[in-house]
């Protein structure tokens, strides 16, 4: 890793982080990835979409450490192969934070997060399960979520093989783009492998999802799986880079 890229590498802790995954066909999500993307496929040619909900603590620059921020944080995820590697990645469709500071600087540098509003309740027994999961806001319409954690001790998750595969391609990608055809940003990140919890959904709506034709009204209620982690470190390494499209002729 070239020295600057240290200097300006972003660290935070994420706190609370619900994973809320849909199996998906693949036609229905290639047209909101750029066509440079390959599509990282599963199960007869689908691809999970994750609504992703956190608290960001601590943010800050590598080289700024006393300069930080907190907010919370909402992304609309899908999962596609770094052209350049091959290896798993993830592409971000829309990402949202509390914060118009943060939300106006990534607008400059990159990825560009809208400002929404976004607020999270957790309640929790000892030891640190979560009886209560909530999270409630406004972004492109109503955001509403209530959720607890399950007794279930994940041993797979389908159609993974393990859990450590399946979190490796939902939770811990190394490599993230964001931005349209032609604007293609790529960046590194670093996230320690972690095992997730299971949670139980009760209550979501947010009508984005059946109006982008992802996930209709009737079924956004029935996510293919809801994955916890309570607290993990997280890294990006900025400024991205800029991919290059080549013709295809």
């Known amino acids: 890793m070239k020295w600057y890229r240290k200097l300006t590498r972003v660290e935070m802790k994420l ?8 199996l998906l066909p693949a036609p229905r999500v ?15 040619n689908k691809v999970f979409v994750s609504v992703v909900i956190l608290q960001s603590r601590d943010v800050r620059l590598a080289s700024f450490p006393l300069m930080r921020f907190n907010y919370n944080q909402i992304n ?12 798993q ?8 934070v509390t914060s118009a500071p943060v939300s106006l600087l990534t607008r400059i540098v990159g990825p560009s997060w809208q400002e929404v509003t976004l607020s999270i309740e957790v309640k929790q027994s000892d030891p640190g399960h979560y009886e209560h999961y909530a999270a409630f806001g406004q972004w492109s319409g109503d955001f509403h979520l209530v959720a607890e954690e399950t007794e279930l001790d994940l041993s797979e998750i ?9 979190a490796d391609y939902l939770i811990r990608p190394l490599i993230g783009f964001y931005g349209p055809q032609g604007r293609i940003g790529r960046f590194g990140i670093s996230h320690p492998p972690i095992r997730p919890r299971a ?7 947010w009508p984005v999802l059946d109006a982008m034709g992802l996930v209709s009204e009737e079924k956004v209620k029935e996510p293919h799986t809801v994955l916890l982690v309570p607290e993990s470190r997280f890294s990006i390494f900025l400024p991205a880079r800029r991919v290059i499209e080549r013709s295809r002729s």
């Open 15 to 22: 706190r609370h982080v619900a994973y809320l995954s849909y």
């Open 30 to 44: 290639r047209r909101l990835v750029p066509d440079v993307l390959p599509l990282s496929a599963v199960d007869d």
């Open 76 to 87: 609309l995820r899908t999962y596609v192969k770094d052209p350049y590697t091959g290896n």
């Open 89 to 96: 990645a993830v592409y971000f469709v829309k990402s949202g």
């Open 158 to 166: 389908a159609p993974f093989g393990s859990v450590q595969s399946a």
């Open 199 to 205: 949670m139980q959904l009760l209550e979501f709506q």
